[in-house]
């Protein structure tokens, strides 16, 4: 398993290099100019000029990305054009609200799908089945910024329970993590009853059966580990996406993460923050994938990495 880890970190460098210049000039396409936004809008065209000359955005495109790879390989992100602020600064500071929250997202989401899946594969066609899969439809359509509108409405207006937005205290985690693992623990309900009903129809499992096994062992002993590798798959999927910064869900709430502070950044035309989050995105999503390939050793041994 090591000499495979040392190659999948290794295939991260050139996986990186191509997502760069992809990044790179994805963000010099955005609409705007940030001298402009910079200078002010009542600046005059020369001020407006030397802005640029000085953000270094008036040199060719490939002499930009070769100071821009090259910073980064020294540790330096740039500089935000936005707060003057050093990008690494910016990032880290937002980086662990959007953690925590994704975390405790995650969290309810895993154990409430895996709950649901597992009552409605071993249910099926009985009305515990319907009502699982009735609430994981119900989690899947609704739209994220409704829920999390309508739970600020009743908790937080009305009864006046919960924050409404903010990070001040754990009470405030509890609104923002529930609209964001919403659709997750939906999505893990729904994949983990197909799995496990494949698995539940195996020789083994009726063997368990058979032998006098309790189905408590035979289900979760059994079972849900054999059914568990499509669901980390898509569990990791969805920890990259929500890891990334949910734009929507940190707008409503107020939530001061990496999805908030991309917002900003986009509106600002800020290009350093813009390309150092997107590139942690990314690096986000290939470490995560590499972490789900090594726990399907752990999930079934008879895998083999080379």
Do not use: C
């Amino acid at each position: 398993m090591l000499k495979y880890l040392i190659k999948r970190l290794i295939g991260i460098i050139p996986i990186l290099f191509f997502v760069s210049i992809f990044i790179f000039l994805f963000v010099h396409m955005i609409p705007g100019d940030p001298a402009r936004l910079v200078a002010g809008q009542d600046a005059s065209l020369q001020d407006v000029e030397m802005v640029r000359e000085e953000l270094g955005l008036d040199r060719p495109i490939h002499v930009q990305y070769f100071s821009f790879v090259t910073n980064i390989l020294q540790g330096d992100l740039g500089t935000s054009l936005k707060t003057k602020r050093p990008v690494l600064e910016e990032i880290s500071q937002r980086f662990m609200p959007t953690f925590w929250l994704t975390v405790w997202s995650m969290a309810w989401a895993v154990i409430f799908g895996l709950l649901i899946g597992v009552i409605s594969a071993t249910k099926r066609n009985k009305w515990q089945d319907y009502l699982g899969m009735f609430g994981a439809v119900s989690g899947i359509s609704l739209p994220s910024f409704w829920l999390g509108l309508m739970l600020i409405q009743l908790f937080s207006v009305q009864l006046g329970w919960l924050p409404t937005g903010g990070m001040d205290s754990w009470k405030s985690y509890i609104l923002p993590s529930i609209t964001l693992g919403a659709g997750v623990a939906a999505v893990i309900a729904r994949f983990s009853r197909s799995s496990l009903m494949d698995i539940l129809k195996e020789d083994y499992i009726r063997t368990g059966r058979a032998k006098g096994l309790h189905e408590n062992k035979v289900v979760w002993g059994h079972g849900l580990k054999n059914a568990m590798i499509p669901v980390v798959t898509m569990t990791g999927l969805q920890f990259g996406f929500l890891l990334g910064g949910s734009i929507v869900i940190e707008t409503v709430f107020s939530w001061p993460g990496l999805g908030r502070l991309l917002i900003d950044s986009v509106s600002f035309r800020d290009y350093p923050v813009i390309q150092a989050e997107m590139l942690l995105f990314a690096l986000e999503f290939i470490l995560i994938n590499l972490i789900v390939d090594l726990l399907y050793g752990v999930l079934n041994p008879q895998i083999r990495y080379e």
